[in-house]
């Protein structure tokens, strides 16, 4: 595990509602991701698949979204330790494996907040804190 870093880690959830221009989440998430932040490669094939999926994106829209993303946050690459510490995570506090993933490369990188939609609000695990950044008690 690296020293803490005062640097975010982004779920899926935060990289996806860029798509939502206009919105108050997709302005959320651009001053978030702007101001810099940390992702896995995880979170990269995630936005792939529902860019894809869900928006009907093409692979050249996908890649223009994605190359803003990987100009502005920190990609972290998915590990055999990432692996191994999802299993322990996943298993110990019943996350599903994907969401695991993500806890574990956090706090791998040593971040200390984790920002997430669809993670349980205000839970603890180790020195990493999941926060909605949506709610109105979200960071500023």
Not at 55 to 72: D, H, I, K, P, Y
Not at 73 to 90: N, S
Not at 114 to 132: F, K, P, Q
Request: glycine share 4%; proline share 4%; aromatic share 6%.
């Amino acid at each position: 595990m690296k020293m803490a870093t005062t640097e975010p880690f982004l779920d899926t959830n935060v990289v996806v509602y860029l798509m939502s221009a206009g919105t108050h989440k997709a302005d959320r998430s651009d001053a978030i991701v702007k101001a810099g932040a940390v992702i896995s490669v995880q979170v990269l094939n995630e936005f792939t698949r529902v860019g894809l999926r869900k928006f009907g994106m093409s692979f050249a829209e996908v890649r223009n979204v994605l190359q803003t993303v990987r100009t502005t946050c920190r990609i972290v690459p998915l590990t055999l330790e990432v692996h191994e510490q999802a299993l322990r995570l996943a298993e110990r506090y019943q996350l599903h494996i994907f969401d695991a993933n993500i806890v574990a490369a956090a706090l791998i990188e040593g971040c200390t907040t984790l920002y997430s939609e669809d993670m349980h609000d205000g839970l603890v695990i180790d020195a990493l804190t999941i926060r909605n950044p949506y709610r109105p008690s979200g960071p500023a």
